[in-house]
């Protein structure tokens, strides 16, 4: 928008100063082209009225004069000048001079003027008579002045007005970047104030400044976000409120189901609590994963540049135990030694990678390996688990971010089917990616890929 105002702005100036230069320019151009071709013919009509006179002191004042001049000619049947200069080629102009007593002006070029102004006048003889000065015309006298003067002069005129212009259309464009700063400051807070709040930060607010239009948008925007961070905060009350009401009974079901467990003998009740047992997990698990998935709906924290690197190695020698005790091998590769920084919520990629890693654990065979790799890419770090199971297939890769939805691994059954759909959101609310693709000689590789901060990481 700036831009827009700036070159606004220097055009109607630049269209100033072209509607007051230009026909002023072009008025001293003619005017410089009059006074020329009057004072040219001024001295030709002198030179042609000594030609005229046909005396000795006449024609030695007509070649003091001729010498003034890059070329004088005179031309006369008869008399006393006829020798001292040189005679003309037959021309048109001549021809009109010498037949029908008119003069002619050349400039030599329909555009401005050429290099030299050809003037042709003709030459009367002196009359004695007082009611006739002119008498029949004896000659021509032709001038061809040089225009290089002129030329240098319309440079001049023309150069110190573009000169004047460019000068005045830098001052313009320095003012009109001050002037449309000052006038899209507000909007550039409530711009600010907008990716704030887009980016989790719910206590961002816009001044109310600017014109009256521009304060009526900041207030509405701020009680806007005054709503929304209400709504959000009685949601993280929810949260914390069914979190501590789900968990508690089932906490105390299972209890109860293993001391009944414990005191029991029949085989097949037994194996009842068991079940039960086993679905008051599952179910501890479902509502473990509404609840992640809850808040991070909610975002309720801003992004920030985090070491992605650090936090991949802290979040594999957590699963490395649990790894160990399937004989999985976990291995870190990629560009990690670069310890890029990412922009990601506090806690967000810890719960991504426990999510991922988990599921790559649950499909992974016994002695198989997980290969964990971290790639920067220009202004995207590409995050990669690799496992060996079974894979997808392309119907359910479409669907694995559905929630509720479980693939068929080799343990995929237990799951709640929210991991990936909890890794979709997170991701999704920090402005990265994720992509389900096929993993080199089988299983599957979960790609996600994040923003780079532009601070490097050390």
């Known amino acids: 928008m700036i831009r827009q105002l700036v ?9 100033a100063i072209a509607l007051f230069t230009v026909p002023v320019a072009f008025t001293l151009t003619a005017q410089l082209r009059d006074d020329t071709r009057t004072a040219v013919l001024r001295e030709a009509d002198a030179m042609a009225l000594l030609l005229g006179n046909d005396r000795a002191a006449s024609c030695r004042a ?10 004088v000619i005179e ?56 009611d006739d000065a002119r008498g029949p015309v004896v000659g021509a006298v032709r001038v061809r002045y040089a225009t290089g003067e002129m030329t240098s002069r319309l440079w001049q005129i023309w150069g110190f007005r573009a000169v004047l212009a460019v000068l005045v259309l830098g001052v313009a464009a320095l003012l009109g970047v001050l002037v449309a700063r000052r006038l899209t400051r507000p909007l550039r ?5 907008a990716s704030r709040f887009g980016d989790g930060d719910l206590t961002a607010r816009s001044p109310v400044t600017g014109p009256p239009e521009t304060q009526t948008l900041a207030r509405t925007l701020n009680q806007g976000a005054e709503r929304l961070g209400t709504l959000i905060a009685a949601q993280r009350i929810f949260v914390a409120d069914a979190s501590h009401q789900l968990r508690t009974p089932l906490t105390a079901l299972r209890l109860s189901l293993d001391n009944i467990a414990d005191g029991v003998d029949d085989e097949f009740v037994r194996e009842d609590v068991e079940q039960a047992t086993a679905e008051v997990v599952r179910m ?4 473990n994963g509404l609840l992640v998935l809850a808040r991070a709906e909610a975002k309720v924290s801003a992004a920030e540049p985090l070491p992605l690197t650090d936090i991949v190695r802290e979040r594999l020698a957590v699963w490395r135990p649990a790894a160990d005790e399937r004989g999985v091998t976990i291995t870190l590769g990629g560009s990690a030694d670069g310890r890029p920084l990412v922009l990601a919520s506090p806690g967000h990629l810890d719960q991504v990678l426990d999510n991922v890693l988990s599921n790559a654990l649950e499909v992974s065979p016994d002695g198989g390996t997980i290969t964990v790799r971290v790639e920067p890419r220009g202004d995207k770090v590409d995050l ?3 496992d060996e199971g079974p894979g997808m297939s392309d119907a359910e890769k ?4 559905d929630r509720f939805w479980r693939g068929q691994g080799l343990t995929g059954k237990s799951g709640s089917g929210l991991g990936l759909a909890v890794v979709k959101q997170l991701v999704t609310d920090d402005g ?27």
Not at 8 to 13: A, H, M, N, P, R
Not at 189 to 193: F, W
């Open 284 to 287: 501890s698990r479902l509502v």
């Open 384 to 386: 990669s688990v690799l």
């Open 62 to 71: 007509l070649e003091d004069m001729a010498r003034a001049y890059e070329d």
């Open 189 to 193: 807070q409530l711009n600010d104030m």
């Open 75 to 130: 031309v006369t049947p008869t008399g006393h000048c006829s020798p001292a200069l040189p005679a003309p080629a037959r021309d048109a102009a001549l021809a009109k001079a010498l037949r029908h007593g008119e003069p002619t002006v050349d400039w030599g070029s329909d555009f401005i003027w050429g290099d030299h102004l050809v003037v042709t006048v003709p030459a009367h003889r002196h009359a004695t008579g007082a």
């Open 7 to 15: 070159r606004s702005y220097v055009l109607l100036v630049a269209v």
């Open 398 to 401: 479409s669907r694995a971010f």
């Open 432 to 458: 990265g990616t994720v992509a389900l693709t096929d993993a080199p000689g089988g299983g599957l590789c979960v790609t996600i890929s994040l923003r780079a901060s532009s601070r490097s990481g050390g």
